[in-house]
T-cell receptor
Framework: SQTIHQWPATLVQPVGSPLSLECTVE??????LYWYRQAAGRGLQLLFY??????ISSEVPQNLSASRPQDRQFILSSKKLLLSDSGFYLC?????????FGSGTRLTVV | TQLLEQSPQFLSIQEGENLTVYCNSS?????LQWYRQEPGEGPVLLVT?????EVKKLKRLTFQFGDARKDSSLHITAAQPGDTGLYLC??????????FGTGTSLTVIP
């Protein structure tokens, strides 16, 4: 069966520090992978998606970047975090019927 | 970005009551999905509807896709505390991504 792993679950980082969130998928090959950000109790904003190794599409200009170094690995990064980068970050892959999401990372920038 | 507005934004009801959540857009979608999300977790897919006018039932939950494929509703009969959560609709087309609605936070009071 397909599973998606995302870590860490929570993260507190100072302003100006770097960020690296990792997401890996098991049980499928060549998945479409996504990074979303969610404000508290609200909908999801698409940040990046990838249809293959090295292929990244960005939806909104921001302080973040993404990379896909391996087929089943998707990484969200920042060189210098801003206070506005705080939020709940979700990784997902798209199967034929819908998204399967990771358990999320709660990022607080202080 | 294709905007999907959900209403109401917040809903608090007593156990046993019925409720309806709406998802509206000015855009046409080829398919629409509903997800439920619990605090600190990723959203979980409930249903996908693809045909205008389609109705799907999942136990006490009834999902309907509008005839024009611009809107959808979720009706819950005899709500239970376990139905508590954030309900999200998401509309998609021929691309590799879905656009999420603004979310409805449901609390069912025992």
């Amino acid at each position: 069966s397909q599973t998606i792993h995302q870590w860490p679950a929570t993260l507190v980082q100072p302003v100006g520090s770097p960020l690296s969130l990792e997401c890996t998928v098991e049980g499928t090959s060549n998945p479409n992978l996504y990074w979303y950000r969610q404000a508290a109790g609200r909908g999801l904003q698409l940040l990046f998606y990838s249809v293959g190794i090295g292929q990244i599409s960005s939806e909104v200009p921001q302080n973040l970047s993404a990379s896909r170094p391996q087929d089943r690995q998707f990484i969200l990064s920042s060189k210098k975090l801003l206070l506005s980068d705080s939020g709940f970050y979700l990784c997902a892959w798209m199967s034929g019927i819908g998204y399967t999401f990771g358990s999320g990372t709660r990022l607080t920038v202080v | 970005t294709q905007l999907l507005e959900q209403s109401p934004q917040f809903l608090s009801i007593q156990e046993g009551e019925n409720l309806t959540v709406y998802c509206n857009s000015s855009s046409v979608f080829s398919s629409l999905q509903w997800y439920r999300q619990e605090p600190g977790e990723g959203p979980v897919l409930l249903v996908t509807v693809v045909t205008g006018g389609e109705v799907k039932k999942l136990k006490r939950l009834t999902f309907q896709f509008g005839d024009a494929r611009k809107d959808s509703s979720l009706h819950i009969t005899a709500a239970q505390p376990g139905d508590t959560g954030l309900y999200l609709c998401a509309g998609g087309n021929t691309g590799n991504q879905f656009y999420f609605g603004t979310g409805t936070s449901l609390t069912v009071i025992p």
